[in-house]
């Protein structure tokens, strides 16, 4: 039972370097969701998906852009790291629409 | 919008003891409030979660209770464990795609 996959798991960007992180879950969901998590400030929402092809801005949404090409995959991109960027990003999914998250295990960034 | 204050931050307990953790919610609105258990390197898992419409609910060791009047909900782990040391999540939500978390309670059960 794999459930929601990132990848990848670390990875350290230098400052206006672009990437590109890859979610995929195997639950047949509907909806996708990625959030960052900082110390003490909880899990924020920067976009979400409520269906192959479409997305919508979350409550950070800005410095990422998002696709949903095919239903099983959420990709988050950063297209010009910033510091401020650095942190924990969760993909989840869901089928309940936004009701019991399924979360990955979560990809650690670093912006020098 | 929606904001939901977490506390306390940290909590420590001896194994079996009970652990409260408390939330409050300012949208009045809000009708859906699940609770989240991160443990160290994973992601955050659904453990309980309760609708407006329902003033507590249980499973085994683990109870939420909510109380609109005064816009606030717990959650309630009763003879602790170690592996319930944890990060825990609250969260509220207004409804479709609106889910907002607190800012999490470490929980450490001492042996």
């Known amino acids: 039972n794999a459930g929601v996959t990132q990848t990848p798991k670390f990875r350290v960007l230098k400052t206006g370097q672009s990437m590109t992180l890859l979610c995929a879950q195997d639950?047949?969901?509907?909806?996708m969701y990625w959030y960052r998590q900082d110390p003490g400030m909880g899990l924020r929402l920067i976009h979400y998906?409520?269906?192959?092809?479409?997305?919508a801005k979350g409550e950070v949404p800005d410095g990422y852009n998002v696709s949903r090409l095919k239903k099983q995959n959420f990709l988050l991109g950063l297209e010009s790291a910033a510091p401020s960027q650095t942190s924990v990003y969760f993909c989840?999914?869901?089928?309940?629409?936004?009701?019991?998250?399924?979360f990955g295990s979560g990809t650690q960034l670093s912006v020098l | 919008g929606e904001n939901v204050e977490q506390h306390p931050s940290t909590l420590s307990v001896q194994e079996g003891d009970s652990a409260v953790i408390k939330c409050t919610y300012s949208?009045?609105?809000?009708?859906?409030f699940p609770w989240y258990k991160q443990e160290l390197g994973k992601g955050p898992q659904l453990i309980i979660d309760i609708r407006s419409n329902v003033g507590e609910k249980k499973d085994q060791r683990i109870a939420v209770t909510l109380n609109k009047t005064a816009k606030h909900f717990s959650l309630h782990i009763t003879e602790t464990q170690p592996e319930d040391s944890a990060v825990y999540f609250c969260a509220a939500s207004t409804g479709f795609q609106k889910l907002v978390f607190g800012t999490g309670t470490r929980l450490l059960v001492s042996p």
């Open positions: 639950m047949n969901h509907e909806y």
């Open positions: 998906s409520v269906g192959e092809g479409t997305t």
């Open positions: 949208d009045s609105a809000s009708n859906y």
């Open positions: 989840a999914s869901s089928s309940d629409r936004g009701e019991k998250l399924f």
